[in-house]
DNA sequence: GCTAAACGGGGAGACGGTCCCCGGTTATTT
DNA sequence: AAATAACCGGGGACCGTCTCCCCGTTTAGC
């Protein structure tokens, strides 16, 4: 902690300037084929999209869990970036709402879900504090969104992320565009159900935060 | 065409009673480990599932589509089905749509989409007269409630079936139970957001059936 | 310009899925 | 009930694919 141009102890003598581009490369280029061809695409297709070799992405991440890891940590910050620009406008907080919504489908949420699988682990430190970002600032959005009596009080944290995320998987298979075309017509009908007052009685109870995190 | 139990032209002396019934049971074990594991299953387990040899999946089928050719069209009839119990309802239009989609996603119509990938011939007669039942009998539904003012009118066929199979789409993975759970609330905020008057303008254009097909 | 870190491509090793073979079993026929 | 032919089941060979290491070459940093 001496000067801030050599803080870590010695023994980590700082990455080379290309090695950190190219590790912010790997990541890019895995969240578009894991979105586009699920999360079991060949680590060197990803090399290849990503313009390097493909010892560099062995080189840079253990396993593929830690990419995977990375990915969906990145992910994640995106959304609560897009949460917090929705908790700063002033206006209409259903409105607010809607927009984090459309964004956060665009950011494909969706791909999160295939991944958390198997062999992965949940509890991973940087997995649960970038997951703990997310849903405080969503539950904010919904919070103030209810209280101004525009969204219906049977619904949760995780009626929302969830649908979110089922409805802005990619189709599957081929990485048809089509199917952005309806995302934002199907995301829009789902909030316009989200409205209050309530036009139906729901089965079962609102899902929230915890039931996701034991499910 | 002489007599009704040797119509076939020789050559096809019949099948054995068992072997139809093993034909049936690979289908049913197939569809369950489809939706549950995704659509790459190996055929070995698929077999084990029915408590068959794996032989006998590679005799009935020839490839791993026409598995899941048969797979796909036993759930469209299904749903045909469905469709058909909805428009025999006589009493409240959108509450028959609901019951029909409620049902639907039950059978799983979420598995189909997945599949459709890659080698798999999307103009098979069996899978067009299957689509064709599904397309006329839903839409029938469907209109019937838009013309009691129950649904709203900027929503097509495609704008149905494509919510309501991404919804029902299992998280890929673990054949978590949970999503019971919650699919039938979501498919029920969906619908309410179905309902007329709209509560908003969807972007786009009502999906239509053709834009199912050539997507 | 020197040094060491990082790169890239090729290939060995391992894993898993598909499909065939053949001895045993079971449904049908007379 | 016996004969016969179709059908079944498990084991294993073949093959494609993914992972990951090796080593000669390049490139950033001083």
Redesign the pocket.
Known sequence: MQTATAPAQRKV?R?????LR?RERIVTAAREMFVELGPEV???DIARRA??????V???FP??DALVREVVCSVMDRTAHAAAQALAETGDAFGALERFVHVAADERVSALCPMVTSTFDKDHPDLVAARMRVEQLVEEVMERARQAGQLRDDVGYGDLMVAVAQLSRPPAGTACPSVDRFLHRHLQLFLDGLRAPARSVLPGTAVTMEDLRQA
């Open positions: 003598p990455p080379r300037a290309d090695a190219n060949p680590l060197d313009g390097v070799g493909n010892a560099t062995y080189r840079n396993d593929r």
